[in-house]
């Protein structure tokens, strides 16, 4: 495996199901962020994480809650969502939060909440 | 607060020929990157090019080049002979240099470019 991998790719949960979401980055990083994308609308980063540690959180709701036990895996994990939740979840990874790094993407997780 | 905006939801453009994507921000910084990212459908969204504020030449990659105004916060792609393997959706990025911003990007809502064969 290389680059930034999650998964599922894909994921249809109820509103009362608890579910975890995963991603993995091979390119020895340091920083990791969660972002939510929906149609037609920007990037929303969630969370970031440098060194394992919660350094960003963006207002977002605790029914997300996110873990990053060690600078190579992150987890988002999911619970009592809502509707209006489903999304693409993208992962991604950096050396540092510093300036210039470039963000690595992962494919992201198509999640419908229903 | 900074603010990205891309004007154009979608652009389309013939193969070969040669096309500009739109994005403007909003910002009272003087020490900044920008960044244009690209998502080809069901794929991971990847880096094409970046600019630093504080330098006046436009950056370069290949057949990717950006047309950087600073004055006019104005910071288009052009892409030179468009090929159908750039089809993808197209975001603008910003990112502050002000440490306690914590260098988070802001996200432009995206340019969908259609490549006609």
């Known amino acids: 495996e290389t680059g930034v991998t999650q998964t599922p790719r894909h994921l249809v949960m109820g509103m009362t199901n608890k579910k975890s979401l995963k991603c993995e980055q091979h390119?020895?990083?340091?920083?990791m962020y969660w972002y939510k994308q929906s149609a037609k609308k920007p990037l929303e980063l969630m969370f970031v994480y440098n060194f394992k540690e919660q350094t960003e959180n963006n207002s977002v709701p605790s029914r997300f809650s996110p873990e990053c036990p060690n600078s190579s895996h992150l987890f988002l994990h999911l619970h009592t969502l809502q509707p209006e939740d489903s999304a693409l979840y993208l992962c991604a990874s950096s050396q540092n939060t510093g300036l210039s790094n470039e963000q690595f993407f992962g494919p992201g997780t198509r999640l419908t909440v229903l | 607060a900074q603010t990205v905006t891309q004007s154009q939801p979608e652009m389309s453009v013939q193969e070969a020929e040669t096309v500009t994507l739109s994005c403007t921000y909003d910002?009272?910084?003087?020490?900044?990157?920008l960044f244009w990212y690209k998502q080809p459908p069901s794929r991971q969204m990847i880096l094409v090019i970046r600019?630093?504020?504080?330098k006046q030449q436009n950056a370069t990659e290949n057949r990717f080049s950006v047309n950087f105004q600073k004055a006019a916060k104005s910071f288009s792609l052009k892409i030179s002979d468009s090929q159908l393997g750039d089809a993808a959706m197209y975001f603008c990025?910003?990112?502050?240099?002000?440490?306690?911003?914590?260098?988070?990007?802001?996200w432009g809502a995206g340019t969908k470019l259609i490549i006609k064969p």
């Open positions: 910002t009272s910084e003087s020490d900044y990157y």
């Open positions: 390119l020895g990083h340091n920083a």
């Open positions: 600019q630093e504020a504080y």
């Open positions: 990025a910003y990112r502050s240099g002000v440490m306690d911003s914590n260098y988070q990007l802001i």
